[in-house]
């Protein structure tokens, strides 16, 4: 993989948490192609439009629990394969610190191709390892997964 390859790829997997943390929510739909799919869970949402439209939804659903917004996901242990010249596989773990500390943690499992508009998400697969004690977030995270799969947000 090359130098350019390895730094678009890492600056596009740092842009999904910069700009989902900061409500960047147009921008951080289109770093998914046309057809890419955001996996929550198990809950998946389809394309940029429906991506926003989940990450509008959570931003207000999650600004409702007192001591988690604002806050940040901090990702470590990234390793990004190639695994063509034009797509990639990327893997990664997240913890979640709100206001009141950690919340949450979990894995980022990700198809990454490249486009005319540079490298996007084919789909990223969010799970969720645990939750701190008193997590704000758990009780929504677990209504996403009890939510099943489908294309529209709950």
Known sequence: MSISDQVDLELLLSRYTGLG??????????????????????RQFVGPAAIADFARRSAVAMGAI??????????????????S????????VFLFIGTTGPDHWGTYRDRLVRTGDGWRFVSRSVRFSGF??????????ESLTRSGPGSAGG
């Open 21 to 42: 943390d900061s409500g960047r929510v147009d921008e951080f739909a289109a770093l998914f192609t046309g057809d890419g799919v955001l996996d929550v869970g198990g």
């Open 66 to 83: 007192e001591g988690l917004l604002p806050g940040n996901h901090h990702v470590s242990s990234r390793m990004t394969d190639r695994v």
């Open 85 to 92: 010249e034009d797509t990639a596989r990327s893997q990664s």
């Open 132 to 141: 701190a004690e008193a997590s704000g977030a758990r009780d929504y995270v």
